[in-house]
């Protein structure tokens, strides 16, 4: 069973500029997260999906970052302008439902530095 | 809200001794608690979980957790470090399951 891909691994950017990461989760797993992984710290949640529908968006910062996974497969997260402080790795995981009894599944991250 | 704390950022043992990593939760009921490792340039991986029973959990590696509820603690165990352990640990804390909140962290560094 193939993992969490994600795409690029790595992106430098200038401030402003946009930048776009890509996620294919595993197969059938129908809820999808990002998080975010400022260096040294732990993941913290931007949004996760069920199915195509976003359940829960509260930490994504709507001003400049968007989601969509619009098949309800693959997701793509968007920076619009981004600024130094979004330099972090930001993690895509799925799994199968969104029960209690759930494993998450990560992709190994793409890692942002924002100069 | 729920939160994790990791008291130790950074944890050295020598291959071969026994580990234990500290994790501390908040959670208001009967918490869903996991332990993933990150090893450099991966993904997080699920080391084991807890949900309502036994507080003794069994994972990969040899790693197992103990849940207290009157200690509001799940401290991660092995007998016998191997270098290949040699990664960050992350304890975490789940309403129901579906949305993690992470502690900062444990950086273990394995002395051969």
């Known amino acids: 069973e193939a993992g969490v891909t994600q795409s690029p691994r790595y992106a430098v950017l200038q401030e402003g500029q946009a930048v776009s990461f890509w996620c294919d989760p595993i197969?059938?797993?129908?809820?999808l997260y990002w998080y975010q992984q400022p260096r040294d710290q732990g993941p913290q949640l931007l949004v996760y999906f069920r199915d195509e529908a976003v359940i829960d968006n509260s930490q994504l910062p709507s001003d400049r970052f968007s989601a969509v996974r619009p098949k309800g497969t693959n997701s793509t997260l968007k920076i619009q302008s981004a600024k130094q402080g979004d330099t972090a790795t930001y993690l895509c995981?799925?799994?199968?439902?969104?029960?209690?009894?759930?494993?998450?599944?990560f992709g190994a991250g793409t890692r942002l530095s924002v100069l | 809200a729920q939160s994790v704390t990791q008291p130790d950022a950074r944890v050295t043992v020598s291959e071969g001794a026994s580990l234990q990593l500290r994790c501390k939760y908040s959670?208001?009921?009967?918490?869903?608690l996991f332990w993933y490792v990150q090893y450099p340039r991966q993904g997080l991986q699920l080391l084991l979980k807890y949900y309502p029973g036994d507080p003794v959990v069994q994972g990969v590696n040899g790693f197992e957790a103990e849940f207290s509820k009157s200690n509001s603690s799940f401290h991660l165990r092995k007998a016998s470090v191997h270098w290949s352990d040699w990664a960050v640990y992350f304890c975490?804390?789940?309403?129901?399951?579906?949305?993690?909140?992470f502690g900062t962290g444990t950086s273990l560094l394995v002395d051969p």
């Open positions: 197969s059938g797993h129908d809820t």
């Open positions: 995981a799925s799994s199968r439902d969104w029960t209690s009894q759930n494993t998450l599944y």
């Open positions: 959670y208001f009921g009967t918490p869903y």
């Open positions: 975490a804390v789940s309403d129901m399951g579906y949305k993690l909140t």
